[in-house]
């Protein structure tokens, strides 16, 4: 599948699933518009995806902030001249620890308030500073970087803090998505969602680390073999669905199925949620 003359913006690339799927659309000979976080990471992957022969302008800064998505728009459509493809790959939230004596909610607050911000609200915001653009050019195509959190076969497993407010979040981009391709569909707009496995991203080696540190059934085991546990269903028991195919999930997984997606190959496909997992959700 190629890309040839299109121009992909990608969200929160800078690592992990975001930054091999700017790489694989560069690959299939896409321009692209990146933006992490961080600027060191945003300059080390505009570097390679200048190595690969594609274009690249890079806008770093916090996808959350409206400034932020506005400066990447306008900035891809001045370098470019157009907007083919949106990639929205920001998710996560805020889990740190708040004691407030004063107000017994606050812990709850800060991390719905940040999960939303970053799994909800930047994807949102972002379609809505795109659409236009694609609009009058009655063409593009919208991927939003669900969850498999976000479905509703899913157990709630209390791994993490933010476990809630991430799975409403996730769930909310799903049901996002299928509104906006009822919206767009008479405009030639494809939008769709991925909702990734489990794989060994940075902030699943962080969780892996921490829960064998600090769960008494779990002392001794390698931080990456646990993982490869909970990834292939040997804690099926402990609240995580089985994985009929038993074999480690990649980003790479993720990164071909956002080029699927792109492609003229899914022209006739939008207001879809494509599980990319390993068969762990049977919805």
């Excluded at 902030?203 to 008494?216: F, I």
């Excluded at 073999?225 to 099926?236: D, K, T």
Aim: hydrophobic share 40%.
């Amino acid at each position: 599948m190629k890309l040839d003359g299109k121009v992909s913006l990608i969200s929160a690339c800078g690592r992990g699933i975001g930054k091999e799927v700017a790489l694989t659309l560069a690959k299939a000979g896409s321009n692209v518009v990146i933006n992490s976080f961080s600027s060191e990471n945003t300059q080390a992957l505009a570097n390679e995806i200048e190595g690969l022969g594609a274009k690249v302008v890079s806008v770093a800064g916090d996808i959350t902030k409206s400034s932020v998505i506005l400066e990447m728009v306008s900035a891809g459509i001045d370098a470019f001249g157009k907007i083919d493809i949106l990639v929205n790959n920001v998710g996560g939230g805020s889990a740190d620890e708040i004691v407030d004596q004063d107000n017994p909610l606050a812990e709850v607050e800060a991390i719905w308030d940040g999960t939303y911000a970053m799994s909800l609200k930047a994807p949102v915001l972002m379609c809505e500073a795109v659409m236009p653009h694609l609009i009058e050019r009655k063409s593009g195509k919208i991927i939003n970087m669900s969850s498999l959190a976000g479905r509703p076969g899913m157990p709630h497993v209390d791994l993490v803090p933010l476990s809630s407010s991430y799975h409403s979040a996730k769930a909310g981009l799903i049901r996002y998505t299928q509104l906006l391709a009822d919206q767009l569909g008479r405009h030639n707009i494809n939008v769709n969602a991925i909702c990734p496995g489990i794989i060994y991203t940075d902030g699943w080696r962080d969780l892996s680390e921490a829960m064998v540190a600090n769960h008494p059934e779990y002392k001794g085991e390698d931080p990456r073999q646990w993982f490869l546990g909970v990834a292939e269903g040997r804690y099926a028991g402990e609240g995580m669905p089985q994985t009929p195919l038993r074999r480690e999930q990649t980003t790479a997984d993720i990164a071909e199925a956002v080029l699927f997606l792109a492609s003229d190959a899914a022209a006739n496909i939008t207001g879809q949620t494509l599980n990319v997992d390993g068969g762990m959700a049977k919805d």
